[in-house]
Structures are given as C-alpha cells and as structure tokens.
C-alpha cells in the first residue's frame, strides 16, 4: 500500500493487501481515474475518508455469455414491464445511486465529488448510465466506465421500483458486445446474475496489461 502524490503513478498491483487496498490519497481527475481503470484500480472510499484505490483478487465479474435470467425476469420481459435508455440522464442515475438507501451501510461512498468526477468522464465519452423507465419515471439504472478496450467497469446501481435495476442490468448486458463485465466485489445480487471470481493476473490480461 502506498501514499499517493500529486504525479500521476500508481503502484504495482501486486503491492495491494490481502483485502486489494492498493493506495491512499490522490485526486479524482481524469487523468486519475483513467490511469487507474487502465490498471484495474478503482476508487473506493466513504465520506470523510481520504480516496482509497483498490485493486482485489480475486476479481468479481460477467462474462456476458454466462448472464442468468431467471424465470421471474423473463415474465418481466415479456410484459415489457419497464423502457430502458442509455447515456439519457447520467446525472440523474449517479444521484439516484448516492441516495440509494442499503443494507448494512450507513452513508455513500458516491460523493459529490465522485459525482462530478464521474460526470466529467461521462463528458467525455468514458463513462456510461442505463437508465430503466417506468410509467415515463426514472425507475432504476446504472453507472460504469467504458475506457474502450471492451470491458466495462460497473460502478454502482439502484431501484426505485422492484427489479428495475436488474432489467437495465440485463437488457444493457444482452444487447452489448462487451467481452466482459467487470463487477469489482462480490455480492449475491451480481453472483445470482452468473458474475463469478477470476483470478486477478487473468483480469489484467483481459484489460491489455
């Protein structure tokens, strides 16, 4: 683990802890963050905290050929339950995912100069939002960064109305050509998608490094 300064560099991510904490400090520029996303690093951190960057191993990811629907969604389907738009409100869907109340977590780690950040990406064609429409209302959605190398980086998502997440989820994975989804943690929501471990180094080859 390391201090970050002003310049622009990064450690070896293999210097990263056991948990995948790789660095402390920096800044949210966009230089930073594609810099760090090039790497498979990302930021990760609550309010108040200083910026911590973390690269883990394993690696928690979709192959997109591996998406699961279960039976439950394919109903949804079917009925066309909800719309979904890409890239039509990136401000809105970040928000959305600051204010997204979960389990087990007592504030947000998307704060609001992770939203300008974001939004500065998403200004330059480097970040993406799905949004998930229901009843002409933003009902869902999610965020990520595209750095054009066909793998894309899910950063956060949420719901307003049951499933609508999920939806914007699939619809965006099954009518993508990504050749992977990176998913960063584990957790049961992604994991009931068919998001599985890989070993770090195979997600490092797969991003080009």
Request: one cysteine or more; hydrophobic letters at 40%.
């Amino acid at each position: 683990m390391q201090f970050l300064t002003k310049k622009i560099v990064f450690p070896d991510v293999s210097k990263a802890t056991s948990d995948g904490l790789l660095a402390i400090g920096g800044d949210l520029s966009p230089e930073r963050l594609i810099s760090a996303y090039q790497r498979g690093i990302f930021p990760w951190f609550n309010e108040g905290e200083p910026i911590l960057w973390w690269s883990p191993d394993p690696r928690f990811v979709l192959f997109p050929e591996a998406l699961k629907v279960s039976k439950s969604m394919q109903q949804l389907f079917a009925r066309e339950s909800f719309s979904v738009t890409v890239n039509k409100d990136f401000r809105s869907v970040i928000t959305a995912c600051a204010n997204a109340r979960r389990k087990q977590q007592a504030g947000t780690w998307i704060t609001m100069d992770m939203i300008d950040a974001y939004v500065t990406l998403h200004n330059m064609g480097l970040a993406k939002s799905v949004e998930v429409w229901h009843d002409g209302l933003l009902a869902g959605g999610l965020y990520g960064v595209d750095m054009g190398n066909g793998v894309f980086s899910g950063e956060s998502m949420f719901s307003s109305v049951n499933n609508a997440s999920k939806y914007g989820f699939i619809t965006f994975v099954k009518n993508s050509d990504y050749r992977l989804i990176d998913c960063q943690v584990h957790t049961p929501h992604l994991e009931s998608l068919g998001a599985c471990k890989i070993p770090r180094n195979d997600f490092l080859k797969i991003l080009g490094n």
